[in-house]
């Protein structure tokens, strides 16, 4: 579904990524893991078209997105999450999902003067569509409220919902279980699981929380100062020298 | 309290307003006022363009200004110098903003933030130095007379206040009425989800370039529109008309009113030009308050007025019907954004 | 060739001030990230408060310079604590707006005080130095040599002393500077501190030889930006380098070209530039 080859990303003369090559297939939870300044966050701007690479391809279902810029990649079935997420606070969580469907809805600035046929129909795709994905990421119940006003670990299953709205076939989420308790973190994991059983989507994660990530991951990757080091199951990568010597060598706060 | 509040956000609250507006010159001590009040209108207009790019779209463009001068600056030098007639010159301010707008978008909204912002401040001063000194075109700092008042096609005349007024009263329901349409369609979420951050929008599929430079034409052309109108109104204008200080007054303007909301515009302007007017001392000195006001706002009440107002507003709906649950999560958020800052 | 020289005195001159100011406004971006539109106005303070010190109270220039920087560096930690400290979690449009808010304030109270009018202040250095043909007014020598003083002293402060080190450091990393204990605020207030003197200190040098007017901030602050933006957001060599291309490209462009454009030079380099290159002249990096 996803296939890297080879990629390279420089910023000054340092390689952030250096030679990653991996492919993800359909249906799969893959995680990426790492310490920090590994390269990961970067990795997924590389894939998401925020930024493109040195050298290196990146082939989604094999069309060559490599060089898209990252609208034209969501376009073509890429969904992310970030780290944090910006939303319009004095708004409703689901006014801030409807944008979500935009990439699928064609009407311009003509359609609003003249209040369309073709926009009346798009706004309401796009509203189900929202409602859909809030439903889907067990919100619905505060799908009227501002976005100040629900817990932090909402605003994380907003920003699912978001990406799910864009109708992906693969998403990407970066730190999905940052700043949330354990209990809520099983809540997360859940509902990437469910992600890949009822919509089929591939997922792609990168995870501090080792705990979730083993118990997860159909496949984990590991980058360490840009290059990867490891690649394979759970166990594999638990129990691969190389992997270990990079955790216990670098940051401290990775193997927590 | 909560239900003359809620009142005031029913539909009929605008056209309540709506007939204060057309009733106004009714009702008006003398004719100044109601030239006040279009005056007002006027620079609603321009300030609801300032809205689209900033207050939607999030890009300070401190240009605005620059193109209400050249909006004036059309019209008037269209009527005055090459003979045209008011309509087909009014016409011809919207192109000349709308294509300029274009063109310095497409250069400038490449800029992220403080470069925008700072890119654009130079933008506007250039325009007051083109105004100022291309005197073979402009007349420089002598200003251009005789500009031609909208024709009324023999049934008014626009040459008094009163049908002035209600003509820019108009075109002011028309910009108010595109801004509520806009807001709540799936263009003006785009703006908006370009707000919330660049990256976030192109992750969403949201073609950066081609929505912002269409927000920013959007907004030079209500620019151009207000100050076509200004100068079919005041029918003298000069270079003083692209100071940068008309950019700084409306944003004053629009944060006092309600940055990124539909009435604010109109309660901002119509507002502060009122309260400077009937403070004659503040006429001069009036930043002294609406300076510090400025900082206080974005302090404490970044969304103005009307913004605020409507925070209010939906709190209380939301806490007629409350749920334990919900309290329960408040203190949940409360201490996970602790245990976020410890960590 | 004298008219030549003549224009590259002049270029040194306007160059060292439009330095200076843009050196207080890089310090201020590149620990704050924030884009002090303010800082103009506090330049123009700085005229006014030796001008008070000066004329209205009989001060000798040097003195007038001296106290004429400490107001304007109280002024501008009282900007930092009241206005930017409690913005610093906010949107960045918050702080641009904010910075216009504190702009027009300070306009308007020096308005107040001293009215619109343009005034001339004059130093104790009208003298005019003769080098074989090429005559340089005293005061213009003082400019140079006086943002000279200026920008050594600013470096050896910013190499040699903890303080500067500091500032340094958080201008490079701002969660780094966590990290080793840095008080951000006392850094913040300190940075604010030196680029509100540097605004005074240029004000007062350049004063002498322009006008003293509320709006005297306006073309200089606008200046000051296309320098940063030129010279990199953030980099003291930078605001120096920029300074000195800009004021060459006025005193030459204004001579062989149009005196009434020579403002729009400025601006016009910037729009080029930032054409084709939307990062800058020599910006580093991604920040």
């Not at chain 3, 904010?98 to 020096?110: Q, R």
């Not at chain 3, 130093?123 to 090429?134: A, R």
């Not at chain 3, 004000?203 to 003293?212: D, E, F, G, M, W």
Request: proline content about 3%; hydrophobic content about 55%; aromatic content about 10%.
């Amino acid at each position: 579904m996803l296939k890297v080859e080879h990629v390279t990303k420089m910023f000054g003369g340092l390689a952030a990524v250096n030679d990653v090559s991996v492919e993800f297939e359909t249906g799969k939870i893959n995680a990426i893991i790492g310490p920090n300044g590994a390269g990961k966050s970067t990795f997924f701007n590389l894939i998401s078209g925020l930024h493109q690479p040195s050298s290196g391809r990146i082939l989604l279902d094999g069309v060559d997105v490599t060089n898209l810029p990252s609208d034209k990649v969501a376009r073509l079935g890429v969904g992310r999450t970030f780290q944090t997420t910006n939303l319009f606070e004095q708004a409703t969580v689901l006014d801030n999902l409807i944008v979500g469907h935009r990439l699928r809805t064609k009407s311009g600035l003509w359609d609003v003067l003249i209040n369309s046929k073709r926009l009346q129909r798009e706004e309401k795709a796009a509203r189900d569509k929202a409602m859909e994905a809030l439903e889907f990421v067990g919100l619905a119940h505060v799908a009227g409220q501002f976005i100040a006003d629900i817990t932090q670990e909402e605003r994380k299953r907003v920003a699912f919902a978001l990406a799910l709205a864009t109708d992906p076939k693969i998403v990407l989420l970066d730190e999905p279980a940052a700043g949330v308790n354990p209990e809520e973190t099983v809540g997360f994991a859940a509902l990437m699981r469910k992600m890949v059983d009822e919509k089929g989507l591939t997922v792609c994660l990168i995870e501090h929380k080792m705990d979730m990530i083993m118990s997860l991951a159909d496949k984990i990757m590991v980058l360490d100062h840009g290059e990867k080091i490891a690649e394979g199951t759970a166990e594999e990568v638990r129990n691969n020298p190389v992997v270990i010597e990079a955790y216990l060598g670098g940051d401290e706060d990775a193997a927590a | 309290m909560f239900k003359v509040a809620s009142l005031l956000m029913t539909p009929a609250a605008k056209y309540l307003m709506l007939a204060f507006a057309i009733l106004f010159p009714l009702v008006a001590a003398n004719e100044y006022q109601v030239y006040v009040m279009a005056t007002a209108f006027v620079w609603a207009i321009a300030v609801y363009g300032l809205n689209i790019i900033t207050g939607f779209c999030g890009q300070l463009n401190l240009a605005h200004g620059g193109f209400f001068a050249i909006g004036a600056y059309t019209l008037g030098l269209l009527t005055a110098d090459y003979g045209w007639s008011f309509w087909p010159a009014f016409l011809g301010a919207l192109v000349m903003t709308a294509v300029l707008g274009f063109l310095v978008g497409i250069v400038s909204l490449r800029l992220k933030e403080h470069y925008f912002a700072i890119f654009t401040l130079c933008v506007g001063f250039i325009i007051y130095l083109l105004i100022d000194k291309w005197e073979e075109l402009t007349h420089g700092a002598i200003g251009v007379r005789d500009i031609a008042a909208p024709y009324g096609f023999g049934l008014v005349d626009f040459t008094d206040t009163t049908p002035f007024y209600y003509l820019v009263l108009a075109f002011l329901v028309l910009a108010i009425w595109f801004m509520g349409r806009l807001s709540k369609s799936l263009l003006g979420r785009t703006f908006i989800a370009i707000r919330n951050g660049d990256e976030l929008a192109q992750s969403l599929g949201i073609n950066l370039m081609r929505n912002k430079v269409l927000a920013f034409v959007l907004s030079t052309t209500y620019a151009g529109l207000a100050g076509a109108l200004y100068a079919g109104m005041v029918r003298f204008i000069g270079p003083e008309e692209a100071n940068i200080n008309h950019t700084f007054d409306m944003i004053t303007y629009l944060l006092v009113g309600g940055i990124g909301t539909i009435m604010g515009p109109l309660l901002g302007t119509v507002g502060i030009v009122w309260i400077t007017q009937s403070l004659q001392f503040l006429e001069e000195y009036r930043m002294i308050i609406f300076g510090p006001l400025l900082v206080l706002l974005v302090i404490f009440f970044p969304r103005g007025i009307t913004g605020s107002f409507l925070t209010w507003m939906h709190r209380k709906s939301q806490a007629l019907a409350p749920t334990k649950k919900r309290q329960e999560k408040k203190v949940n958020t409360a201490q996970n954004r602790e245990a976020e800052s410890n960590a | 060739m004298s008219l030549f020289l003549q224009q590259i005195v002049n270029g040194l001159t306007l160059g060292s001030i439009y330095g200076l100011v843009a050196l207080g406004l890089t310090l201020v971006y590149g620990i704050l990230h924030i884009p002090n539109f303010a800082h103009g106005a506090l330049y123009m303070v700085g005229a006014f408060m030796s001008y008070f010190f000066m004329v209205d109270l009989g001060a000798h220039y040097w003195i007038a310079m001296a106290g004429s920087a400490a107001v304007v560096a109280v002024l501008a930690i009282l900007c930092e604590r009241l206005v930017f400290h409690p913005l610093r979690h906010s949107p960045p449009i918050h702080d641009k707006i904010a910075a216009i808010g504190i702009l027009l304030f300070l306009e308007a109270v020096v308005q107040m005080f001293w009215g619109s009018d343009f005034r001339r202040m004059s130093s104790p250095f009208t003298g005019i130095m003769n080098f074989d043909g090429l005559i340089i007014p005293e005061q213009r020598l003082l400019i140079i040599a006086g943002a000279f003083v200026l920008v050594v002293a600013l470096q050896l402060f910013l190499r040699k002393t903890m303080t500067g080190a500091t500032i340094i450091a958080m201008a490079q990393s701002w969660d780094g500077a966590f990290l080793v204990g840095i008080d951000a605020n006392r850094v913040a207030m300190m940075t604010f501190a030196i680029s509100g003197m540097l605004a005074a200190f240029a004000a007062t040098l350049y004063a002498p030889i322009n006008l003293v007017y509320p709006a005297m901030g306006h073309l200089v602050i606008m200046k000051a930006f296309v320098i940063i933006i030129l010279g990199g957001m953030g980099s003291v060599p930078g605001a120096i380098a920029g300074g000195m291309i800009i004021g060459f490209a006025e005193a030459l462009g204004g001579f062989y070209i149009s005196t009434s454009y020579k403002d729009i030079i400025a601006f016009g380099l910037l729009v080029l530039i930032l054409s084709v290159r939307p990062q800058g002249l020599f910006a580093k990096g991604a920040h």
